[in-house]
């Protein structure tokens, strides 16, 4: 892999366009960081809940 400056790289992040992909585990990885050392919560209830927030529609697992 070659090498970057650091002007290459501020250029590249630059002319980088987040996808709501990106957005999306920005926003996880957020809420983790912001909860208490006693939290209980899970990376899969946040995204459930921002789910449920955003109105998307979500495909349950049957077992089976």
Known sequence: ????????????????RVTPTERRAQRVSLIMGLRSKNSTLTRDEVSSFLDQNEGRETVEKKAG
């Open 1 to 16: 892999m070659a090498r970057l400056t650091l002007e290459q790289i501020a250029e590249k992040a630059r002319k980088h």
